[in-house]
């Protein structure tokens, strides 16, 4: 069965530092992997997604991720974080089949120290 | 840039009531989802709607839940006799064939 960990629950970094959010998947196939984030009390906004090809994939708001099938991970990053990437972040994962149901992850709440 | 939308944005019911939460996915695209998050928890996949019927659905799409796209554009949700346990922030998002899915602001439900 299709699952996604993400081992942190809140992470706090200060401005302008580097942020690596980690996720692992559990799927048996070639996943499609996405990253989504949540404000609060808003809805749900892809930051960026892998379906194949280059494992490096770039993504809104100056994000990437970075698809290890060795490792069953895809952790986002950002050189320098900004206040207003405050949020939650959710990894996700889906199967490559047209109705297929996304798996979402337990999410990683982010905090920005001034 | 299409976007889904959703509403009401928030629903408050009373337990026992029936809620039809809306949905309006992007115009082009094929298959349909709902989800919900209850506050403070991940987002769970309740149900995938594909050519008028129901793909699949998850252990918590029990016979209290229905979905339906009545007239082409929307696509519902209903909570039959709601309870309190179905509190929770409610999303519905469309798919093309092949592409990832796009989520709505999402209806707040709670049920008192």
């Known amino acids: 069965a299709q699952s996604v960990t993400q081992p942190d629950i809140h992470i706090t970094v200060s401005e302008g530092a580097s942020l690596e959010l980690r996720c692992n998947y559990s799927y048996g196939a070639t996943p499609y992997l996405f990253w989504y984030v949540q404000s609060p009390g808003q809805g749900l906004q892809l930051l960026l997604k892998?379906?194949?090809?280059?494992?490096l994939v770039q993504g809104i708001k100056g994000f990437e991720a970075e698809f290890k099938r060795s490792q069953s991970s895809f952790n986002l990053r950002k050189p320098s974080v900004h206040w207003s990437d405050a949020a939650e972040y959710f990894c996700?994962?889906?199967?490559?089949?047209?109705?297929?149901?996304?798996?979402f992850g337990s999410g990683t709440r982010l905090s920005i120290r001034p | 840039e299409p976007e889904v939308t959703q509403t009401p944005s928030h629903q408050v019911t009373q337990m026992g009531q029936e809620v039809i939460l809306r949905c309006v996915p992007i115009s082009n695209h094929l298959y349909f989802y709902w989800y919900r998050q209850i506050l403070g928890q991940k987002v769970e996949f309740l149900v995938s709607?594909?050519?008028?019927?129901?793909?699949?659905k998850s252990e918590i799409f029990d016979d209290q839940f229905s979905v339906e796209r009545p007239d082409g554009s929307n696509f519902t949700l209903k909570i039959r006799s709601t309870k309190l346990e179905d509190s929770a922030m409610y999303f519905c998002?469309?798919?093309?064939?092949?592409?990832?899915?796009?989520f709505g602001p999402g209806t707040r439900l709670t049920v008192t």
């Open positions: 892998y379906f194949s090809g280059d494992t």
């Open positions: 996700a994962v889906g199967a490559d089949s047209s109705a297929s149901k996304i798996i």
């Open positions: 998002a469309s798919r093309e064939a092949r592409y990832e899915q796009y």
């Open positions: 709607f594909y050519n008028n019927e129901i793909s699949e």
